[in-house]
């Protein structure tokens, strides 16, 4: 017999009414998925070891091994890149966790109560930058222990954390629709692998002058080089471009809020969108 889920009205009222009852929503979310962390510790401690994991392997198995361009630390050079590194690898943890809660039937129940659409997917996004606040503090920690530092002073490097974790996210609400669209936590969690070449197509761990021409196009404009780059020259850590390069990474700052406008402006509706249509 097939059944069909009962999809409760949201409140109604102003512009003003609505826009409250969301945020109310949303935080409640967020709250769920703090308190879900609380009773599955594991998942969160393999979070936070992650990024301590990559600053350790990464800065010292490379780091006798590349140059850094204009001369300098190449564990310096790195940590923007790990940094960007962790913040784009979130996204497919999103994608999971949604895809998980579509399987199980969470989101039928969700769509059977009185609240606002675009809640669910404020909620996870939400709890994903808590999550990644976490994350970056650890790795600010073991990016000091092995010779991290951020040179330019207080704003530029509050400005540069800021990037970050607008960035991250916008690419949260990527996740959510995607998580929607996947709909299967098995397929979400085999899809993790795949964001690992777009970072690793980037500036993040090597120069992109020693590329072919095609390649380095492609990294340029990856918006993971942006972001990197934006990083480099708001910590004043070596590895800031010089002389003719692409537009994102010759303002590289100015690219990574284009990108994350674009990111919001396509998926915040998208995924209301999809979420709505997956309750009818």
């Known amino acids: 017999m097939a059944t069909h889920t009962v999809t409760a009205p949201a409140p109604a009222g102003s512009l003003t009414t609505r826009l409250r009852w969301t945020v109310a929503d949303g935080i409640t979310l967020i709250g769920r998925e703090v308190a879900r962390l609380r009773q599955e510790p594991g998942e969160l401690i393999a979070m936070l070891i ?3 994991i990559m600053v350790v392997l990464f800065g ?5 091994a590349i140059k850094v361009p204009g001369g300098g630390n190449y564990r310096e050079y790195l940590m923007p890149g790990l940094f960007t590194m ?3 690898t979130a996204t497919m943890g999103v994608t999971l966790r949604v895809a998980t809660d579509a399987a199980r039937g969470v989101m039928d129940r969700f769509r059977s109560m009185p609240m606002a659409r675009s809640a669910v997917a404020f909620g996870q996004s939400g709890a ?3 999550m990644g606040v976490l994350a970056m503090i650890v790795m600010v920690v073991t990016g000091l222990v092995v010779g991290w530092q951020a040179h330019r002073g207080v704003w530029p490097t509050a400005q540069a954390f800021l ?6 996210y916008a690419l949260g609400w990527l996740g959510v629709w995607f998580g929607l669209v996947v709909k299967n936590e098995e397929v979400a969690d085999q899809l993790i692998p795949l964001s690992l070449p777009v970072t690793m197509l980037s500036n993040s ?6 590329m072919p021409d095609w390649l380095r196009f492609i990294a340029d404009w990856n918006p993971v080089s942006a972001l990197t780059a ?3 020259k708001l910590f004043g850590n070596p590895g800031v471009p010089t002389g003719h390069t692409a537009w994102p990474i010759a303002h590289p700052v100015a ?3 284009l990108w994350s406008v674009v990111l919001l402006a396509v998926f915040v509706p998208l995924s209301v969108r999809t979420y709505n249509r997956r309750g009818r």
């Open 60 to 64: 010292y198995v490379f780091g006798s």
């Open 163 to 168: 990037l970050l974790m607008l960035f991250r």
């Open 86 to 88: 962790v913040t784009f």
């Open 205 to 210: 761990f090597v120069p992109t002058a020693g």
């Open 255 to 257: 690219a990574v809020l």
């Open 50 to 52: 992650f990024p301590a």
């Open 128 to 130: 994903d930058s808590l």
């Open 230 to 232: 934006a990083c480099r």
